[in-house]
């Protein structure tokens, strides 16, 4: 098998669709999971599966680290109560729910059946943020969102890893299984919090982009791995020394390390999801194959079966636990009134499903122990896969829809605070401004120009655009802005012209206009 070619023809997939789902302005995980099937069905295509032992260990550190790198502590801890109910709460009744209904409806073995309703349990965290970060939502519902997709695949992982174990060796303890799920838990924070904490001391010593993006790259690793073989929860292990870096990065890093790392982690993360999402759509003709001897109608029911079922467990399950408990305590009434239901919506409506979901699927085991076939384990990815498909393509495609029906508006928290931050860092500055006034080595008209800048930054935020004063500051910024931008094309150009003669290297030219980027990626504070 030519694996370079077939690594070059996932590489150009992945680009062309990713290029559609930017001017159609559909999530790519979308796109990618539809186009990995359709491409799944040309007969030309090679069978490609990945080894089971192996599909999780690859993805699910780098994906975890990342997305809790820039998640915000402070948010998070604020919403721990929902977001509790909702990772540990829902992902417990999906995978009840989903167990009977795969035990008696489909007739699986109640192990199987449990590994399933495991599996499908867990939301994923890239499709459903990336629309309602561009549709917009109350930032109280985004931060909710992220924290249950955070968090929900631990949960998940550890019923599935029981579930799993149940098939293979045929014995289960539901005693051992709940002090198992506090312990991997507890283990799984204090091995984040110690790979983070020796994470930092290293790279506080450093200061190389390449070796510190190295590091971070092996950062997630460094924590799941070994709470793994340690019994504990790799997932909360790897989320817990991401969010502590993501803590620490401001006073950690140099400028020039920031901007590459989170560059780095962007790119990666996006390969990181493609991949998957790609990979998730090959499978979809291999497991049909397997499962021919199910009549097509029956497959279809089941799928539809499961699928409908999580949505609708979602959807009961988000309403109840959000006004039952606020009913029944003034107490929880008064700390954190009831919310429009038209949000609450929203979140319920925002349960897809995606890559941990399908890695888990195509992780488990082929063989139990005694050495015959995992038990209906084509008949799992297949179940999989509609549900990734109908809530991934179905709810993501009409999320949109559902956001605009219900006038759900974004709020201006995010606006207001960075504003407020804004003009704070402004005002630093004017005061560092003064105490340099006095050094010997600065000059009377450097001062005075700085001192302008900063009070006109200071009073244009502060006053913002809704005031008469602050829109005329705010079209000046923007005016500014723009001739800053034509400046900077204009050096720009020049410094094309004198390489393309011969005058420069490209080696200096790339030195030079690197300091222009930087310069033109400044200008957003300018016209923030």
């Given amino acids: 098998m030519h694996y370079e070619l077939i690594l070059v023809g996932l590489l150009a997939t992945i680009a062309a669709l990713a290029v559609v789902a930017h001017k159609s302005r559909v999530p790519y995980p979308i796109l990618l999971v539809l186009g990995g099937t359709a491409i799944g069905f040309v007969p030309a295509i090679p069978t490609i599966e990945l080894q089971p032992n192996v599909v999780l260990v690859i993805f699910l550190p780098p994906l975890l680290y990342a997305a809790a790198l820039f998640v ?86 550890v019923l599935y890893k029981f579930a799993i174990a149940a098939v293979v060796t045929g014995t289960f303890s539901l005693a051992e299984a709940g002090g198992q799920f506090i312990l991997t838990g507890v283990g799984g924070v204090a091995v984040g919090l110690a790979v983070g904490w020796v994470t930092k001391q290293v790279r506080a010593r450093l200061d190389d982009p390449p070796t510190e993006i190295t590091i971070s790259l092996l950062t997630g690793y460094a924590a799941y791995l070994p709470a793994e073989q340690l019994g504990f929860s790799g997932v909360i292990a790897a989320v817990t020394v991401g969010l502590y870096m993501g803590w620490h990065a401001s006073r950690l890093t140099t400028a020039t390390v920031r901007i590459q790392t989170y560059a780095f982690w962007e790119v990666l993360q996006f390969l990181l999801n493609a991949f998957l999402f790609v990979l998730i759509g090959l499978q979809w003709p291999v497991v049909l194959a397997r499962l021919s001897d199910i009549p097509a109608l029956r497959l279809v029911a089941y799928g539809l079966l499961i699928s409908g079922l999580v949505v609708v467990i979602r959807v009961v399950w988000v309403f109840i636990l959000t006004y039952l408990p606020r009913l029944l305590s003034e107490q929880l009434r008064m700390r954190d009134p009831y919310p429009s239901p038209r949000v609450v919506m929203v979140i319920a409506w925002s349960g897809m499903r995606g890559a941990v979901s399908m890695a888990a699927a195509l992780a488990i085991p082929l063989a139990v122990a005694g050495g015959g076939p995992f038990p209906d384990r084509d008949l799992i990815v297949f179940l999989t896969f509609c549900v990734i498909a109908v809530t991934l393509v179905g709810q993501g495609l009409t999320l949109p829809l559902v956001i605009k029906l219900l006038r759900v508006e974004r709020d201006d928290l995010d606006a207001r605070e960075e ?79 004198l390489r393309n003669s011969g005058t420069i290297t490209d080696e200096v030219m790339r030195t030079v206009e690197h300091d222009l980027d930087l310069e033109e990626v400044r200008l957003s504070g300018e016209s923030a």
Avoid at 78 to 90: H, Q, S, T, Y
Avoid at 112 to 135: H, K, Q
Avoid at 148 to 154: F, G, K, Q
């Fill in 419 to 497: 504003r407020y931050a804004r003009v704070h860092a402004a005002r630093a500055a004017s005061r560092r401004i003064e105490e340099l006034a006095e050094a010997e080595w600065t000059y009377d008209d450097t001062i005075e120009r700085l001192r302008g800048l900063y009070e006109y930054r200071a009073t244009r935020f502060e006053l913002g655009p809704d005031h008469e004063k602050g829109a005329k500051l705010e079209a000046r910024s923007q005016t500014y802005a723009r001739t800053l931008r034509e400046l900077i094309e204009a050096q720009r150009e020049v410094l094309i012209e």
């Fill in 72 to 157: 915000s502590v402070r948010e998070l801890r604020r919403n721990l109560r929902p977001i509790g109910l909702l990772a540990i709460g829902l992902v417990l009744a999906t995978t009840v729910g989903v167990a009977l209904a795969a035990h008696y409806l489909v007739g699986m073995g109640w192990p199987a059946a449990f590994v399933v309703g495991a599996i499908v349990s867990p939301t994923d965290s890239v499709a459903g943020g990336e629309i309602l970060r561009r549709l917009g939502v109350p930032r109280r519902a985004l931060t909710i969102l992220e924290g249950e997709s955070l968090t929900n695949d631990w949960t998940a992982l």
